[in-house]
C-alpha cells in the first residue's frame, strides 16, 4: 500500500509541491513518512489569524500483488496539538476516453470538494476507506486540517510562567512546547 499526491497535469506526472496537491489525478510523488511538512505547511501566526480550513488529497493505491479488505485509515493526534482533522473517501471516476482515473479537484487549499463527506478524525474515529481493494486499485483521501484558535491563541498568550525557584516570585521561565506538530495516518486492512 502507498500513498501519491494528487496533481491536475495527468496521470503519473510528477508532484513537485504537496501544498498543490488538491485533487485531480495520482502523481508518480509518493507521500513519505516522518518528512517535515509532506502534507501541510507550518501554522504561522497568519494562519491562526485567518484559521480557515485547508484541503489535500492523496491516493491510496494497493502496490500489493493480493487484494486486501477492509481497508480503514485513522488519525493519531498529539492531545495539545492546535490544529484537529477531518478525512473523506472519494472513488475514482473515468475521466477520459483512455479509462484514466481520477478524484475531483479544488482551485486552492482553502476550497472545500464539493461532493466529500467529510468525517471528524477524532483520536479512537476510524473511517472505512474500502470493503476490498483490488492489486493496482486506487482511492482518494482528502484531508482537511482546521486551527482551533481558542486553543492556539492560550498556546500563544501563555508563553511563561513565575519561576517556582525564585522566592520573590519577579522572576519567570519559558514555558516548554512542543515545535513541530506530528500527525500520523495509520491506514489499516486485512489481507
Known amino acids: 500500500m502507498q500513498l501519491y499526491y494528487t496533481t491536475t497535469t495527468g496521470y503519473n506526472a ?4 504537496p501544498s498543490r496537491s ?16 509532506n502534507l501541510f505547511d507550518d501554522v504561522s501566526i497568519m494562519t491562526v489569524r485567518n484559521a480557515r480550513p485547508e484541503y489535500r488529497a492523496i491516493i ?8 486486501v ?15 484537529k482533522y477531518k478525512m ?3 472513488y475514482l471516476s473515468v475521466a477520459d476516453k483512455y479509462g484514466t482515473r481520477k478524484m475531483s479537484n479544488v482551485q486552492s487549499s482553502q476550497s472545500r470538494p464539493f461532493a466529500a463527506q467529510f468525517v471528524d478524525m477524532s483520536d479512537g474515529v476510524t473511517l472505512d476507506i474500502a ?25 500563544y498568550n501563555n508563553v511563561c ?23 500520523n ?6 489481507g
Request: proline fraction near 4%; glycine fraction near 4%; hydrophobic fraction near 35%.
Open 22 to 37: 488538491l485533487g485531480g489525478f495520482k502523481s508518480s510523488t509518493l507521500v513519505i513518512n516522518d518528512d517535515f511538512s
Open 185 to 190: 495516518i495509520v491506514i489499516d486492512w486485512k
Open 60 to 67: 491510496l493505491r494497493n502496490e500489493l500483488v493480493n487484494q
Open 69 to 83: 479488505r477492509k481497508v480503514k485509515v485513522s488519525i493519531q493526534n498529539a492531545p495539545d496539538s492546535i490544529c
Open 131 to 155: 470493503e476490498t481493494l483490488n492489486s493496482g486499485q486506487e482511492v482518494g483521501i482528502w484531508i482537511c486540517r482546521e486551527i482551533d484558535k481558542v486553543k492556539a491563541k492560550e498556546q
Open 14 to 17: 510528477i508532484q513537485t509541491n
Open 161 to 183: 510562567k513565575p519561576d517556582p525557584s525564585d522566592p520573590t516570585g519577579r522572576r519567570y521561565i519559558a514555558v516548554e512546547r512542543l515545535t513541530e506538530e506530528a500527525v
Open 88 to 90: 473523506a473517501v472519494e
